[in-house]
């Protein structure tokens, strides 16, 4: 049977050692009763993402063989792990991207990234506790992100009573690139996805039945936003404006 890691141990060693299943699930509710229940959940929601972000099943084979390559074994895949609790899940995306392509002479294999529904990732971030990847409460490092990947520097407006924002994340969506503001407003759950006009994919903004969500589409100079929202009305977008540069 594999042992549990002490209070100061790491918990990589026990993700990659231990397959699914009753010993799986058990030593999870130790480390629960432990009070390591926090950090065994923001791993896990780290390897959900992955698995979304590059799915290797739908990749073209030298995808796949990329990947599996990078994070096979227990030491690359904890090294991956931290990168992201290091960096956010955007920029260890980058790094894996970096990694990916070959030296100068080989053929450039990008990761495989899959669009994904803007209500699917909405729900995605609200069950598993709404939390930002970045809390960024500087208003130029808060400009640099969207400068940096969306190539159009943004600014956050004075929020009205009622609303504050929460942070940003680097969830996927129209592409790689595309970066969420969370917020809450009236106590709900909001999200501002933004990208580059080009990669626009109104499809994506799709609702299913019985949802529960809006969706509001607007636009600022290069880029273009989606409010989803349970709200009858967009609130958090309209807070975003360009900056000066």
């Known amino acids: 049977m594999t042992s549990h890691p002490a209070n100061d141990e790491p918990l990589e060693p026990l993700l990659d050692a231990l397959p699914p299943g009753p010993e799986r699930d058990a030593a999870f509710a130790r480390l ?28 073209p084979a030298a995808q796949v063989e990329a990947i599996t390559t990078l994070t ?3 030491a690359k895949s904890q090294l991956w792990r931290r990168a992201v609790l290091g960096a956010g899940l955007g920029a260890a995306a980058a790094v894996l991207a970096a990694v ?9 294999v990008a990761p495989y990234f899959e669009p994904t529904e803007l209500a699917a990732l909405y729900r995605d971030a609200v069950d598993n506790g709404f939390e930002p990847y970045y809390e960024c409460e500087d208003d130029d490092r808060f400009a ?12 956050l407006k004075e929020m009205p009573p009622g609303s504050r924002m929460l942070g940003l994340s680097y969830p ?47 636009e600022l100079p290069g880029v273009v936003l989606y409010e989803v929202t349970p709200l009858d009305e967009p609130r958090a977008a309209s807070l975003l404006a360009p900056a000066t540069r």
Do not use: N, W
């Open 32 to 59: 629960r009763e432990a009070g390591r229940g926090g950090e065994l959940d923001a791993l896990l929601a780290i390897d959900d993402s992955l698995h979304r972000l590059f799915p290797a099943a739908e990749a």
């Open 172 to 218: 996927g969506g129209f592409s790689r690139d595309t970066t969420a503001m969370l917020c809450e407003v009236d106590g709900q759950p909001v999200m501002v996805f933004v990208d580059r006009q080009d990669a626009d994919r109104p499809e994506l903004a799709d609702l299913p039945a019985g949802s529960g969500l809006r969706v509001f589409r607007s």
């Open 100 to 108: 990916l392509l070959p030296s100068a002479g080989g053929p450039a």
């Open 72 to 74: 096979a074994g227990p």
């Open 144 to 155: 640099a992100v969207f400068e940096k990947r969306q190539d159009a520097p943004l600014v």
